[in-house]
């Protein structure tokens, strides 16, 4: 298994430049997660999905879409990027959470720096 | 707002010591809480979980947890070169949505 793959893996956009960042798992995860981590700081969470066709805003969603076509795949769209979305981007997946969130298996990010 | 504290260090331990690293969280409502390690350019990974109050312990790594002062801890037995990273606690609130991870404690092993 690939588990969670991500693309691309460094981008440099311009200001007002919009992108796609590629997210794809193999393990059959209903939860799939975007967080992004600026430096010296924790993650926080962008959007979230439950499973195709159901997504849901996170802490910090402004400035950023996604959509859930397939179990596999969770793209995050940026419109307009902004020097403010300077920041490394992880995508995460997880098994169906009963009692207790399952564990997080995360892809290797995106580094995105806009100028 | 849901709130982790973490001290951000860097904590520096000798190889071999034991290293301490400690969290507190402001969701009384967290019933499980994971500990992730991130190498420096490296995407996170789960080390430890524990839901239950006490100890809980997996090779060199004992995680505890005490609900009713909200705080959780990980030791790290036998300190190696390899342990030093970035240690992110994350409370699980609870629901679908994502971990609340804190900033994460930077830990240096010293040879």
């Known amino acids: 298994n690939a588990g969670v793959t991500q693309t691309p893996k460094f981008r440099i956009l311009k200001i007002g430049q919009s992108m796609t960042l590629q997210c794809a798992q193999d393990m059959n995860h209903n939860y799939m997660y975007w967080y992004r981590q600026d430096p010296g700081m924790g993650l926080k969470l962008i959007y979230y999905?439950?499973?195709?066709?159901?997504?849901d805003k996170g802490e910090v969603p402004n400035g950023y879409n996604v959509s859930r076509s397939t179990t596999e795949d969770f793209p995050l769209r940026l419109e307009l990027a902004a020097p403010s979305q300077t920041s490394v981007y992880f995508c995460a997946s997880s098994a169906i959470a009963e009692k207790r969130k399952e564990t997080q298996y995360f892809g290797p990010g995106t580094r995105l720096l806009v100028l | 707002q849901k709130e982790v504290e973490q001290n951000s260090g860097p904590l520096s331990v000798p190889e071999g010591a034991i290293a301490s690293l400690n969290c507190t969280y402001s969701?009384?409502?967290?019933?499980?809480f994971f500990w992730y390690r991130q190498y420096s350019g490296k995407s996170p990974e789960l080390i430890m979980f524990?839901?239950?109050?006490g100890d809980k312990e997996d090779g060199r790594f004992t995680a505890q947890l005490n609900k009713a002062s909200q705080y959780v801890s990980l030791l790290i037995r036998d300190s190696q070169p390899s342990d030093s990273a970035t240690y992110l606690c994350a409370p699980d609130g609870g629901g679908a949505d994502g971990l609340t991870f804190g900033k994460g404690t930077h830990l240096i092993i010293q040879p």
């Open positions: 999905s439950v499973g195709a066709g159901i997504t």
């Open positions: 524990i839901y239950s109050n």
């Open positions: 969701d009384r409502g967290s019933q499980s």
